[in-house]
């Protein structure tokens, strides 16, 4: 019997060993894979990456994009490197043509930028190479670059201001509570993306709805994805993803929601189309190419995210701008009036794309305050930049439109200063190189929906501005921006509106 007992206890020892054994080697494997994800040093004694890793540039700097900023302004070639994120870091126009334009295929957007962004956006757009990217380039560049689909864009823009944003200003008005511009332009942005590209209308703008699960679940998605980028090695979030800890739990709770959401649009598009809907929509085209659900779902995921946080983080800066600068918007608004022949908004199309003025001042304002402020590519292959800089093969090289919008070896000694004029000669608003005013991307990936975009925050300015004045409840002269993969203003932009005594 105790033979029995005494051989028992030694299997289970043995199994016990042979458990650990197991794990261990398991967990060794896993940390070897991990760590072969990343290429470049965790650890760095140059003042830049102690002052990146201790986070020290906090004390001078409200952002770190002002940082990256200051470095660069700093440098003589405008370029730096950030050894710890293994990234080199760019500001020079010439530089920027050679990685958006001149060597396009050594820059792809390269697998550690899908590894951080494939749970939120799968193999969508934004998050692919190659000819998944070319696909969806084609299909999305016959929908956003059809003059009909403008024109059906329009009307939805047109219809969503004066039946939703106009009347939701005007009850704020009338009570004079402060309320968030941001959240405001978040939920118009959302609205009109939905309607314009999967026909749907989630209506976030009614008075009285709280902003929708979606919405905020995706915001959560965003700010947690982006986080992942800015760690110095994708050893920790992957980690924390393995074991489910912290922000990963998180993230991937809210990429839960948000499928669960994005499923819920393609079912009720498939409704619709089988009743026999208008098919005007980009979903419509791209259901029309396959049944995959979850390719849909990325291409929706994709398109939320191109087409809402853009534009109104765009709107956000642009107004916060406005408010700081009652010269501008004076002039803004006569522009506006004297354009105004018939008493309407703005005549339609046409009407606005005679406004030189007002597009010059959304340029500007986007000069200082881009949606996106800075992007990343990796390297395929060794190469050096016009620049002299040498890039190794899988170094991340960032463009920085930020900080390039901040430059005086581009915009001049003025370059700080909102001045909607230097957009025009003879009254007439006339663009530069899109390599030193990389806003919307340049080259073979610009941005499909620029025309739409600028359409979008024309078609509000217009609107807005002739009716209404906003006073920003802060005295703040500069924004401060929360993490997310577009500029989002920390904590918002709390504002009272007033009616214009001779607003229509
Ligand atoms: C002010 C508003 C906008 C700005 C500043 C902007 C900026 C950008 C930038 C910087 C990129 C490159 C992103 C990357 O490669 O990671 C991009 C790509 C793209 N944008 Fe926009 N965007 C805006 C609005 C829109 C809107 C409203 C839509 C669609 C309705 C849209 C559709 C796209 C698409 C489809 C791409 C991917 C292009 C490609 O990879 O080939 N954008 N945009």
Redesign the pocket.
């Known amino acids: 019997m105790e033979e029995a007992q005494t051989l028992f206890c030694v299997a289970n020892l043995t199994s016990l060993f042979f458990s650990f054994t197991i794990s261990f080697i398991t967990f060794s494997f896993f940390l070897f894979f991990l760590l072969r994800t990343t290429n470049h040093r965790s650890w760095c004694a140059c003042s830049v990456c102690r002052a990146y890793v201790s986070r020290s540039w906090t004390s001078t700097y409200p952002n770190l994009c002002d940082w990256y900023t200051h470095l660069l302004r700093l440098s003589p070639t405008h370029t730096v490197d950030i050894h710890v994120l293994g990234s080199t870091v760019t500001a020079d126009p010439s530089n920027v043509e050679h990685l958006l334009r001149t060597r396009f295929d050594n820059y792809p957007?390269g697998k550690p930028f899908s590894s951080i962004l494939g749970d939120l956006l799968g193999r969508g757009?934004?998050n692919v190479d190659g000819d998944a990217?070319r696909f969806q380039?084609k299909m999305?560049s016959l929908e956003?670059g059809s003059v009909s689909v403008r024109s059906y864009a329009f009307r939805i823009m047109t219809s969503e201001i004066s039946s939703r944003l106009v009347p939701l200003l005007d009850s704020f008005a009338v009570s004079r509570r402060v309320f968030d511009l941001q959240d405001v332009f978040r939920r118009f942005a959302f609205d009109n993306?939905c309607r314009?590209?999967f026909g749907l209308d989630p209506g976030c703008l009614e008075l009285s709805l709280p902003i929708s699960d979606f919405a905020s679940a995706f915001d959560l998605a965003s700010g947690l994805s982006a986080g992942r980028a800015v760690t110095t090695s994708p050893f920790v979030w992957k980690l924390k993803r393995f074991l489910g800890l912290g922000s990963e739990r998180d993230l991937a709770r809210a990429i839960r929601l948000v499928d669960e959401l994005a499923r819920e649009v393609i079912k009720q598009k498939r409704k619709l189309r089988g009743m026999g809907s208008e098919d005007q929509d980009l979903l419509s085209r791209f259901m029309g190419s396959t049944d995959d659900d979850d390719y849909l779902r990325d291409i929706v995921i994709?398109?939320l995210l191109?087409?809402r946080d853009?534009?109104a983080?765009?709107l956000v800066s642009y107004f916060f701008l406005l408010s700081t600068h009652p010269e501008v918007e004076a002039a803004v608004r006569d522009e506006i009036i004297n354009n105004d022949d018939d008493g309407h908004d703005h005549g339609g199309l046409e009407g606005l794309r005679g406004m030189h003025y007002v597009h010059a001042s959304m340029y500007e304002s986007?000069r200082l305050y881009?949606?996106?402020q800075f992007?990343s590519k990796f390297a395929l292959e060794d190469d050096v930049l016009p620049d002299g800089t040498a890039i190794g093969k899988g170094t991340r090289v960032t463009y920085h439109?930020y900080a390039m919008g901040r430059m005086e070896s581009i915009w001049g000694a003025d370059c700080l200063e909102f001045h909607p004029e230097r957009w025009l000669k003879e009254g007439l608003f006339t663009p530069v190189s899109p390599f030193k005013f990389?806003?919307?991307?340049a080259g073979a990936?610009?941005?499909?929906?620029?025309e739409?975009?600028?359409m979008?925050?024309k078609s509000v300015i217009v609107s807005i501005v002739r009716r209404f004045e906003f006073e920003a409840v802060k005295d703040d002269r500069e924004l401060k921006f929360a993490p997310g993969l577009t500029a989002t203003v920390s904590g918002g932009l709390p504002v009272r509106v007033r009616r214009r005594r001779s607003g229509l």
């Open positions: 957007k757009i934004f990217w380039r999305a956003l993306i314009i590209s994709s398109f191109a087409g853009t534009v983080s765009a986007l881009p949606p996106v992007d439109p990389p806003v919307f991307q990936r610009v941005c499909l929906g620029k739409l975009a600028l979008e925050m």
